[in-house]
């Protein structure tokens, strides 16, 4: 029989309270890319200044890789930026953008494209998702969750999906932080009724998806039968952010990869679908009734 998940520490609460290394460098990038075109510099030149391609240059100021200090401070005196409190803070936010974030120590099992969603879900501010299938991770009981990342053969005492196991536990105490986000979750209803580790093991889901929808921070809509995949055809998830230099971000999953949108476009046109769905589904008073009337059944 596999181990009790709640045998281990996914992250400790400063770790939660911190947004990550992934933003960091997203902010850094957009900071050094501003700091260049105010010192009308090319990117190619920049480029060049660091021992690097054009397209070293651009990943760096997309926040795509990570920064070296003598880069980051080389960049800063091409800038012309001198010694002084802004050059400081801005080496400063190479050398954080460098830490690790709590999930690296997963690394043995989380995917290099699942790594930045991560990343960018523990410094969103607002988390909306749409999900056909399952419960959505950060929602999801330990046995449910048991479940889903051992492919259904929760009793298989498999080191691997303890880790991972460790792992989504670890991404659900964000909605715990101090600072949390808020987490808006549309649900398709057969959600409710596919077992996913039995049914006991969905019940005991369904009565914790109740307790959840009194949470100020989560909000749960369902979306009926009858309007199922009308608005959208997969599953996607949208994460916004305090900061105003940090784009919205369409994250959409497949079983072997994951695209990242941050196109204006593209993610208006998923907002829109989205705003479709939570005007499709029930409300959240009405999705709390069908939550205890499905129990009620069962």
Known sequence: MASNPSQETPADDDELNDTGPTARRILLGVHLKRLRERAGVS???AAYHIRGSDSKMSRLEAGKVGFKDRDVADLLTLYGLPEGPEREHVLGMASQSNRSGWWQRYNDVIPSWFEDFVGLESAASRIQ??????VPGLLQTPEYARAAVSGGRPDVDDPD?????????????LLQRRDGPTFWAVLDESVLHRPVGGPR???????HLLELASNRSI????????????SAEHAFTMLRFAEA???DIVYLEEHTGATYLDRRADVE????????????????????QHLAKVRAER
């Open 219 to 230: 909000v749960l809509q369902i979306l009926p039968w009858g309007l199922s995949g009308y």
């Open 269 to 288: 046109s998923y907002t829109r679908v989205m705003d479709r769905l939570t005007i499709d589904a029930l409300t959240p008073d009405q999705t709390k």
């Open 201 to 207: 093991v969905l019940n005991a889901q369904i009565d």
């Open 129 to 134: 998702t749409y999900e056909l299938l399952f």
């Open 161 to 173: 999906v303890e880790h991972r196991l460790s792992l989504r536990l670890g991404r659900q105490r």
């Open 43 to 45: 990117r190619g030149d």
């Open 245 to 247: 230099e940090l784009p």
